[in-house]
C-alpha cells in the first residue's frame, strides 16, 4: 500500500531553523512533482513549495528566501528546509506526491497522495 510519511515537525523559537521530510513508501512506479502545503488553525490549507521530477521548483512568496524544497530521487523522499520561522508559520504541514502506482493487474495509474501532516509551533 502507497503512502506519505511526513516528519520532523516540533516546537522551535522564532528566527529558527527545522527540516521537514516526507517520504514515501509502498508499490511506486514513479513519482512526479512533490509539494509541501500548511494549514494554520482557522485557516484553509495553501501550497508552501514544489517541486518537479526534473527539478524546477515554485514558491509561495511568504516563503521565497527562507525555505527550500529538495528531493532524493533514490529515497522517495522529500524535504523541506525553513529558517528563519515566524509564529505565524504555525501550522500543519501536509506533504502530496503526485505518483504513478500499479493497480490489481499492474496497470499504470496517476494518482495523488497526502500524508497525514506534521505538526510545526513556533514559540518562545
Known amino acids: 500500500q502507497v503512502q506519505l510519511v511526513e516528519s520532523g515537525g516540533g516546537l522551535v523559537q522564532p528566527g529558527g531553523p527545522l527540516r521537514l521530510s516526507c517520504a514515501a513508501s509502498?508499490?511506486?512506479?514513479?513519482?512526479?512533482?512533490m509539494a509541501w502545503y500548511r494549514q494554520a488553525p482557522g485557516k484553509e490549507r495553501e501550497l508552501v513549495a514544489r517541486?518537479?521530477?526534473?527539478?524546477?521548483?515554485y514558491y509561495a512568496d511568504s516563503v521565497k528566501g527562507r525555505f527550500t524544497i529538495s528531493r532524493d530521487g533514490a529515497k522517495n523522499t522529500a524535504y523541506l528546509q525553513m529558517n528563519s520561522l515566524k509564529p505565524e508559520e504555525t501550522a500543519v504541514y501536509y506533504c502530496?506526491?503526485?505518483?504513478?502506482?500499479?493497480?490489481?493487474?499492474?496497470?499504470?495509474?496517476?494518482?495523488?497522495?497526502w500524508g497525514k501532516g506534521t505538526l510545526v509551533t513556533v514559540s518562545s
Open positions: 509502498g508499490s511506486i512506479f514513479e513519482i512526479n512533482g
Open positions: 517541486i518537479t521530477s526534473g527539478g524546477p521548483t
Open positions: 502530496n506526491a503526485d505518483m504513478v502506482v500499479p493497480d490489481v493487474r499492474g496497470a499504470r495509474v496517476y494518482s495523488r497522495y
